[in-house]
């Protein structure tokens, strides 16, 4: 997707920008829904949060913890998606990303 994106941003910097507001978008809700997936499991040592990440435990502790302060703040309506099909959606986005139920 990066890469797209680069190639798109000199000629069509508005399709980058409205492509950036997606990713935000989705960024806000499912960074912080999938932290509450990862903390909520007490089988998930952050050792293996980390593994999968590809970052140091630091890293993925302070990840988790930016997308926990993210689920803290408020939002307006229309930005949060929710309901049982985001769930779902967000629970397959996070198989194919690499989390493996233990």
Do not use: N, W
Not at 23 to 37: D, K, M, N, S
Not at 59 to 77: I, Q, V
């Amino acid at each position: 997707m990066h890469e797209r994106l680069d190639e798109l941003v000199d000629d069509h910097p508005l399709t980058v920008l409205k492509a950036a507001g997606e990713l935000e978008t989705a960024v806000a809700f499912f960074g912080p829904l999938a932290t509450r997936i990862v903390t909520r499991s007490e089988q998930l040592p952050l050792a293996q949060v980390a593994e999968v990440l590809g970052m140091t435990e630091q890293a993925a502790g302070s990840r988790l913890r930016h997308y926990e302060y993210m689920d803290l703040r408020p939002r307006t309506l229309g930005h949060a998606p929710c309901g049982r099909e985001r769930l779902v959606f967000s629970v397959r986005q996070l198989l194919a990303y690499g989390y493996r139920v233990p």
